[in-house]
């Protein structure tokens, strides 16, 4: 993570979403952190849309997430 950015990943990780910069790559690629909360709120399964077609991410009774087409 760049120095830089450290004090906003903080923030951001707060409310569920954060961006990370990895020192491997000098920082040119950033890679997004969501909590499973923040994608699902207080439901079990979401549908997320990705190139025209649906997926269904959903929590699993052993509390796993598992992505469905």
């Given amino acids: 993570m760049c120095r830089n950015d450290r004090a906003?990943?903080?923030?951001?990780?707060?409310s569920g979403v954060a961006s990370?910069?990895?020192d491997a790559?000098?920082?040119q690629h950033t890679q997004r952190h969501l909590s499973s909360s923040a994608?699902?709120?207080s439901a079990n399964e979401v549908v997320i849309?990705?190139?025209?077609?649906?997926?269904?991410?959903?929590?699993?009774r052993q509390n796993k997430l598992i992505l469905t087409k």
């Fill in 25 to 27: 790559c000098n920082c």
């Fill in 39 to 41: 994608l699902l709120g």
């Fill in 49 to 60: 849309e990705h190139n025209g077609c649906q997926y269904s991410l959903r929590i699993t």
């Fill in 8 to 14: 906003n990943n903080v923030a951001a990780h707060a």
């Fill in 20 to 22: 990370f910069e990895s």
